[in-house]
Nanobody, 125 residues
Framework: QVHLVESGGGLVQAGGSLRLSCTASVSAAATYAMGWFRQAPGKEREFVALITWESASRSYGDSVVGRFTISRDDAQTTVYLQMNSLKPEDTAVYYC??????????????????WGRGTQVTVSA
């Protein structure tokens, strides 16, 4: 089993920055694709960012490209999401996810193998 724990959420004013962290409890997750999703009240879950094993590739949702950056540490078991130029519409619960293939994070029919419990990000106007 892989346990994912997010941290770094909080309250920030529009235009500010936050960095989220997600750490996997099991080293086997080092080869997994990892990423972030978010969900605001009344809205469907939205893809935010993806990073593959050894950071071979990165992908971002259209709403965050150019503002958010995803990265992994040397052990590959911690993933970060640097969020800059935050907007009120970025307010949501942000969830870390991991999958044995990148398709499980971005595919239309597949789902990630593991989810974190989420961390709240609130951006005030």
């Amino acid at each position: 089993q892989v346990h994912l724990v997010e941290s770094g959420g909080g309250l920030v004013q529009a235009g500010g920055s936050l960095r989220l962290s997600c750490t996997a409890s099991v080293s086997a997750a080092a080869t997994y694709a990892m990423g972030w999703f978010r969900q605001a009240p009344g809205k469907e879950r939205e893809f935010v960012a993806l990073i593959t094993w050894e950071s071979a590739s990165r992908s971002y949702g259209d709403s965050v490209v150019g503002r958010f950056t995803i990265s992994r540490d040397d052990a590959q078991t911690t993933v970060y999401l640097q969020m800059n130029s935050l907007k009120p519409e970025d307010t949501a619960v942000y969830y870390c996810a991991a999958g044995s293939t990148s398709r499980k994070l971005v595919g239309r029919t597949e789902q990630p193998d593991y989810w974190g419990r989420g961390t709240q990000v609130t951006v005030s106007a």
